[in-house]
């Protein structure tokens, strides 16, 4: 098991609204009144974690998003920063155990 596979993600509830323009996610975060447009990989794993009913772990969105199989250690960073801005952002968090 590796130290991604631990922590599940979910998108912030009842915070966003969004709507796809042009393969890209415009979404805004109505507790921060804050609007971001997302890049492609971006909008793919807000919108993975939107549609997860019990979030995602950063393998499972490697697998299942982007059909990483056995995803590299370069790819998983990436993923796990993407996370880590969407939390900043206010965009997604990990859910509480």
């Known amino acids: 098991m590796t130290q991604w596979s631990v922590v599940r993600w979910q998108a912030a509830r009842g915070a966003l609204v969004w709507r796809e323009w042009e393969g890209q996610l415009v979404v805004r975060n109505a507790r921060s009144g804050s609007t971001h447009l997302l890049s492609?990989?971006?909008?793919?794993?807000?919108?993975?974690?939107?549609?997860?009913?019990?979030?995602?772990?950063?393998?499972?969105?490697?697998?299942?998003?982007?059909?990483?199989?056995?995803?590299?250690?370069?790819?998983?960073?990436?993923?796990?920063?993407l996370l880590a801005e969407f939390e900043k952002l206010g965009l997604a968090e990990p859910e509480c155990a």
């Open 40 to 81: 492609p990989s971006g909008t793919k794993v807000l919108l993975g974690l939107i549609g997860s009913e019990h979030g995602l772990e950063i393998a499972e969105i490697a697998s299942q998003l982007f059909e990483l199989r056995d995803g590299g250690t370069e790819e998983m960073a990436g993923l796990e920063a």
